[in-house]
Each structure stands twice: as C-alpha cells, then as structure tokens.
C-alpha cells in the first residue's frame, strides 16, 4: 500500500477509459470526488458507477461530459433530471444481485474509490456505514484506493478489510454526510400511526430512510422485542433500539443484532455504530437475500412507492419514464416478508402529491415502471386506512384502494374503474 501525500496523488492511478466504482451513502468521498473533476482535463470516457451518491455530484456536470460517464445503480437527488440514458444513465438491479454484477465481470471495476476507518492495530479497515455493494467492488476492482477518515465509525459485520488489499491511501478527516432531519406532517404521522398498527410485538421490521419510516418509528415506542433486518435503517430506528423497543432477541437469525446494508443519518447514529458488537453491516447479497430474511420471525417490510394503480401494481423508481430512484430492495422484502411465517408485506404512501395529484391511480403513467407487481402486493397504507389485496380479484382491489385514496379523486377513480369494466364487457 502507498500512503499518498496529496490527493492529486491518490487519484493519478485512474486513467481514461476506466470504470470507478465510488463508494456510496454516507461514505460518499464527496472532497475527493471534487478533486476528480479537477483531473478531467486529463481524463477521457471515465466510467462512474455507484449506488446513490451525497453531495453535488460534480462530475455529472455538462462541462465534463469528454471526461465522465455514469452509471447509476439507484439514482439520487444529485442526479435526478440529469439522466439522458447517454453519458448519464441507470442500470436496473435488485439490490440483493448487484454484487453478482461486480463478481462475475458482468460490469468489470478497474477502480474502486473508497472511504473507509483509520487501520486498526491489525491492519484491518471498516467501510463502515456503507457495506451494501461496495466490499464486492473492492473484491473485484484491480486497484482500490483509499480515503482514511477518523470520522468514519468502524462498524463490524464483513466490511473489514485488510489494508494488503488496498493500494493507494490518502488521510484526509472530515466529517461524513449526515442528512438534515425534517418535521413530520400530520399526513405522515397518520399514516406511521396507521402503518405501526400492523407491527406486532416480536417482529422483525424492515425501514427504508425518509419522513414515513420515520413517523412509522415515532408509533412504535410501545411496541416489545422488535427486530431489526433491515437494507438500511436511521435514526428513527437508533430511538427505539436506545429505548429497548428493538432488542433483537426474537430474531433467529443474528439474535441480538441489528443488521443492514448500510446506515445514514445523525452524528450520534454514527458514534452508536462505531464498534458496537450489536450493530452489523454485511453486503447486500447476504442482507436482501429472501431465504436469509424469513430466517426471522414475522418479517415486517415497510416500503414506499411513487403511484399504485388499481390493480395493485407498484410504480416505486420512476415518474412516468423519468427516473427518480431505482428498484433498490423493495422486491427482495416484499417477497421475503410474504413469506416469512406471520409476515406482512407493506407498501406506506400519501394518498396525494404536494400538488394533491392522486398517487392511487386508474393507470400507471406511459412509461412507470412496475418495482412490485400486482401478483406480490399484500398491504398498501394511506392516511386513509390500510387494505390487503392479497386474496382480492381486480375488482375488489380497485374498491379497496379507492377507499383509501384521498375523497377528492375516489370518485373519478369510481368512474375510471367502471369505464374499464365496461370496455372488457365489450
């Protein structure tokens, strides 16, 4: 390993027509990312591929497009209407096979650009926050280069890895992303509220990041030996394992354990990960993989989506044919927690957008891809009510989700769903 004096340094080893793999979440290199711009004039048709990235995402800049490409695996607020499926585009995967992509030499790394802990006294490194994809990049990458930051918690799991696999590293200590937290509507609230109803004592949750997630915590605080399994989770899940809501000790698998992918959110979150044996990042192949999760009792998937139509198909990555995330895990819970012995798949959404467009739709819009299709679908929430289609025809679904759906739109969906059992009737 070479200990890089400056950053320019650490960076030298990526040449044109390489594929960079950068590590993503909170573990963003978001300070080295912006010293890769300035490299650009050197650089040609470099390929950057990677999970949702924090900070501005320089290199997606117009004015670097000779230099950098991207390939986005789930697409995050930096890159949204960026996207021209060109220079800037999305590959679909589930989460729980992206690791394949890597191994196999589906997508081969040349590069991959990590932020990890200091060595510890045996040479060994953390990805800390963020595991997900990135230790089979790191695995697979012909060169990996290395920010060494104090400030990221060395979390324990099967992201340790020892520095003879590293081969340029650069210290450089700052603090790692750490999202700004916002209040909860009363939307929100009800529909956590709603959403906590379903949760029974000793299951095991699964929570995505965002305000339900959060609200849906918020109503949990009376709840007893939860579990946690989950892709990633933040601080509205810190509260409750800090409370001893979530103790683990119902679990079967990891007992007593909180286990993800990844994790984001407050400084304090971090402090509780660093070094703490109840707290373990594995990768994405292992934590999303179904016959792993129903290893646990009463698997409780909570996951949210864009628009549902009648029928019950999901549309979670996209607006229409714009891209606004990506198919993540919500496939690999969903079907897992179906069938999970006493599990509960859970689809959480407002009824309307901020506009007060309805999200619970007679047809999804031209182009909207279907993440959960109507065959997985069990339980979708609103501020309204909670419905469970599984078992349901067509027809009773659409009932179903109209009494769910905000009352201003309920009776043109009425009407859509009538013109449509009268265009099959002929």
Known sequence: ????????????????????????AAATPITILKALTLEAARLNNVELIHLHT?????YARAEFSQSFRVTSLFVGKNLRGKLDYDRIDYLPCFLSEIPQLFRKGIKPIDVALI???????????????????????????????????SCMPRVLGDGLIHVSKIHFAFELNEPIYSPHPKGLTEIELQIGKNVAELVEDGATIQLGIGAIPDAVCSYLKGHRNLGLHSEMWTDGALDLIQSGVINNSQKKFHQGKSTAAFIIG?????????????????????INYPINIIRNPKVTAINSAVEIDLTGQVCADSVGKEIISGVGGQMDFIRAAALSEGGKPILA???????????????LKPGAGVVTTRSHIHYVVTEYGVVNLFGKTLSQRALALINIAHPDHRNQLEKDWLIFQKKQRG
């Open 54 to 58: 924090e900070g501005e995402a320089p």
């Open 1 to 24: 390993m070479k200990i890089c004096q400056t950053i320019n340094e650490l960076l030298a080893p990526i040449q044109s027509n390489m594929t960079v793999f950068v590590h993503g």
């Open 115 to 149: 932020q990890v802990s200091p060595p510890d006294a045996h040479g060994f490194v953390s990805l800390g926050v963020s595991v997900d994809i990135a230790k089979a990049a790191v695995e697979s990458a012909k060169i990996v280069i290395a920010q060494f930051n």
């Open 349 to 363: 959404l407002p009824s309307t957008t901020s506009k007060g467009i309805s999200r619970i739709v007679s047809q």
């Open 266 to 286: 407050s400084p304090a979150l971090y402090q509780f990960a660093n070094d703490n044996v109840s707290v373990l990042n594995f990768e994405s192949s292992y």
